[in-house]
C-alpha cells in the first residue's frame, strides 16, 4: 500500500498523526510528514487514518510493479 496526501487540502487538524503515529508527524505548526511506502504491520492504522480526515486529503493505492501490474 501506499499514501499519497494532497497536502493543498491537508488542515493539520492531525488525526492522521494520532491514528497511525508510525506513518504520520507534524512538522512545525502546519506541515505533516509521511511515510508513502506503508508496511504491512501499519495498513489498517492508515486505513483507519485515512478514513478519519476531516478533508479527506490522503489517499491510499496498491503498490504498482515495474512492468505496471
Same mark, same amino acid.
Given at each position: 500500500?501506499?499514501?499519497?496526501? %494532497?497536502?493543498? *487540502? @491537508?488542515?493539520?487538524?492531525?488525526? @492522521?498523526?494520532?491514528? +497511525? !503515529?508510525?506513518?504520520?508527524?507534524?512538522?512545525? $505548526?502546519?506541515?505533516?510528514?509521511?511515510?508513502?511506502?506503508?508496511?504491512?504491520? #501499519?495498513? $489498517? *492504522?492508515? *486505513? #483507519?487514518?485515512?478514513?478519519? @480526515? !476531516?478533508?479527506? +486529503?490522503?489517499?491510499?493505492?496498491?503498490?504498482?510493479?515495474? %512492468?505496471?501490474?
Amino acid at each position: 500500500m501506499r499514501i499519497v496526501v %494532497d497536502l493543498t *487540502r @491537508c488542515q493539520g487538524y492531525a488525526q @492522521c498523526v494520532f491514528l +497511525a !503515529p508510525k506513518m504520520f508527524q507534524l512538522h512545525g $505548526e502546519e506541515g505533516l510528514l509521511y511515510a508513502p511506502a506503508v508496511p504491512d504491520d #501499519q495498513a $489498517e *492504522r492508515v *486505513r #483507519q487514518a485515512a478514513a478519519a @480526515c !476531516p478533508v479527506q +486529503a490522503i489517499l491510499l493505492g496498491e503498490e504498482v510493479s515495474a %512492468d505496471g501490474r
